[in-house]
């Protein structure tokens, strides 16, 4: 979605965040930083004490020890998880994560609704396919 609606971003993949290094952290199955993709461009290590943390994380297939409280203890502005066939974004407000059915970084777009159709898709059509599809709807 990202780069097909042209939004610049830098992708950190499944690094691992945290906040001291006696602290447990949280590594999410994917990271973006979007709004402070230049701040973040070439860096190869990330120190929370100076850097910000992501813009967004996604978890897939959440498992137990995916606390909410982890990602708000590095304060990620937004965090989806899907697990079930279902998408959940959830956006930190005043140091805590509410369920939003929007997405601040994709506002306005049906974000739960089209990634849910989209991963469905994929698994029917495979993903090439189902990227096609996507590109052309979009």
């Not at 097909?4 to 602290?23: A, M, N």
């Not at 952290?25 to 973040?40: A, K, R, S, T």
């Not at 860096?43 to 100076?50: F, S």
């Not at 978890?59 to 066939?85: C, F, G, H, M």
Request: charged letters at 20%; a negative charge; proline letters at 7%.
């Amino acid at each position: 979605m990202l780069e097909e609606l042209g939004l610049d971003c830098e992708c950190f993949g499944s690094t691992t965040f945290k906040r001291e290094p006696t602290e447990g952290g949280v590594e999410p199955d994917q990271c973006f930083y979007i709004q402070n993709h230049e701040l973040m461009r070439g860096k190869r290590r990330i120190d929370l004490t100076v850097d910000p943390p992501p813009d967004l994380a996604i978890e897939i297939d959440v498992t137990s020890k995916t606390q909410l409280s982890a990602y708000e203890s590095i304060q990620v502005p937004e965090l989806w998880r899907y697990e079930n066939n279902s998408l959940q974004v959830n956006v930190l407000q005043g140091g805590k994560y509410v369920q939003s059915q929007d997405s601040p970084t994709f506002h306005g777009l049906p974000v739960i609704q089209l990634i849910t159709e989209n991963i469905a898709l994929s698994a029917t059509i495979g993903r090439s396919p189902m990227l096609r599809v996507f590109r052309l709807l979009s």
